[in-house]
């Protein structure tokens, strides 16, 4: 989107047929990202995702292809729709777990942080303890 223009984001809860055609919904979050600029040719729309493809001059066409990569390799998937003149909408959809409870959750951030700090040294010294 460039000049002016409006920009929404939305996050929800969203219960999606899986990929495989089965009858089984999954559970996901689903961040909408939808502007009100230009929108994305007819003719551009199945490429938007290839790695280099890119209608601006600066461009590298990287970015929408790096965003893909990551939504799939978390279980995800992306769909677009778009009008020419009046904006286009990006649908992300992240698959969605169970609420953990507060403790198992503050367990594993324990964890991390451990596995992370015993690693920090300087001078072979720890940093850290």
């Known amino acids: 989107m460039s000049g002016d223009g409006a920009l929404d984001i939305m996050l929800e809860n969203d219960a999606h047929k ?39 001059k600066a461009g590298t066409g990287l970015g929408l292809a790096t965003c893909y990569t990551i939504v799939k390799t978390h279980g995800g998937f992306i769909e677009v729709d778009s009008d020419v003149g009046v904006g286009t909408s990006f649908y992300v959809y992240l698959p969605a777990v169970e609420s953990e409870s507060t403790d198992s959750i503050q367990d594993a951030q324990n964890d991390v942080i451990s596995r992370t700090t015993d690693n920090i040294k300087t001078d072979s010294k720890p940093l850290l303890n």
Request: hydrophobic content about 25%.
């Open 18 to 56: 899986d990929s495989h055609g089965s009858n089984n919904d999954m559970k996901y979050i689903k961040i909408t990202i939808r502007d009100s600029g230009g929108g994305i040719k007819p003719e551009h729309i199945n490429k938007i995702f290839d790695p280099y493809f890119t209608t601006k």
